[in-house]
């Protein structure tokens, strides 16, 4: 069975950074795809950013892009996500998933961790 467990989240003041690590454990963790999902109190989960499972393809969100960093470490089962110039915006319990096909939906990801809370302060 594949169990997903988050680290890293914490409180941080805008403009600060955090990396979050999500470790893979059950299954070959470089046969899957690796996503990021976060989701505010009130809102929907929404899509961060995702990697193949070579690490080959990324993709991020338009309002992540260019501050946050997706990459994955094959030999520790472990993906991270290196958050910079974090903004209030950016609050949320956020959430590593992987898919063990496509992974262009939301929907496409088998596994889900439970997620570890990011809080900004201004």
């Known amino acids: 069975q594949v169990q997903l467990v988050e680290s890293g989240g914490g409180l941080v003041q805008a403009g600060g950074s955090l990396r979050l690590a999500c470790v893979l454990s059950g299954r070959p963790f470089s046969t899957y795809a690796m996503g990021w999902f976060r989701q505010a109190p009130g809102k929907e989960r929404e899509f961060v950013a995702a990697?193949?499972?070579?690490?080959?393809?990324?993709y991020y969100a338009d309002s992540v892009r260019d501050r946050f960093t997706i990459s994955r470490d094959n030999a520790k089962n472990t993906v991270y996500l290196q958050m910079n110039s974090l903004k209030t915006e950016d609050t949320a319990v956020y959430l590593c998933a992987a898919a063990g096909g496509s992974y262009s939906s939301e929907r496409d990801y088998d596994y889900w961790g439970q997620g570890t809370q990011v809080t900004v302060s201004s």
């Open positions: 990697i193949s499972w070579s690490g080959g393809a990324k």
